[in-house]
């Protein structure tokens, strides 16, 4: 092969690899991998639920910082909560059974009141999980209502490194 054949493979390969790099940055959240959230205190930035077998698996992502304080998990059988003026409202997607978490030490905006988590209501078509709903994001504390199908028990637990809330919901 001829090196004007091999400079001209070469550009090619090159500019394939920079046309990637650029789709795949271009696909990728702004706060994917990194924080640039102005967050005094932790910000939730995602949800992403999954199905295994025998649970289905919620995560909240978060921010870098200190992980969130205490979550508090009640169970709704109606789907209704209180909010923070003590006004009682229902959540929006039905389901058989309702959990309400409350996260400590963690934000939906960023300081200059910027949101961070953008879907209020996010269906979810699995097992045990229906849908995800912000209801309030008030003075250090984010709550989150969870639309349930069949939920025998449910485990809470945090993960670092990226700072993540997990919640298992069991069939």
């Known amino acids: ?40 205190e932790i910000c939730v930035l995602d949800t992403r639920a999954g199905s295994h077998p025998g649970f289905d698996r919620l995560v909240f992502d978060f921010s870098t910082g200190t992980l969130p304080g205490t979550v508090t998990a009640t169970a709704s059988s109606d789907g209704s909560y209180s909010t923070p003026s003590g006004e009682t409202k229902k959540l929006e997607i039905a389901g058989q059974k309702y959990l309400i978490l409350d996260i400590s030490g963690a934000h939906a905006h960023d300081d200059s009141g910027a949101v961070t988590y953008a879907p209020g209501v996010k269906a979810v078509n699995l097992p045990s999980l229906r849908g995800i709903q912000l209801l309030s994001d008030f003075e250090g504390h984010i709550q989150f209502g969870l639309s349930l199908a069949t939920v025998s028990h449910y485990k809470t637990f945090t993960l670092a490194n990226p700072n993540r809330l997990v919640v298992d919901l069991y069939r």
């Open 1 to 40: 092969m001829t090196y004007r054949r091999l400079q001209l493979r070469a550009r090619t390969l090159l500019a394939a690899a920079t046309i990637l790099a650029g789709a795949a940055m271009a696909a990728t959240p702004a706060h994917a991998g990194t924080d640039e959230t102005s967050c005094t």
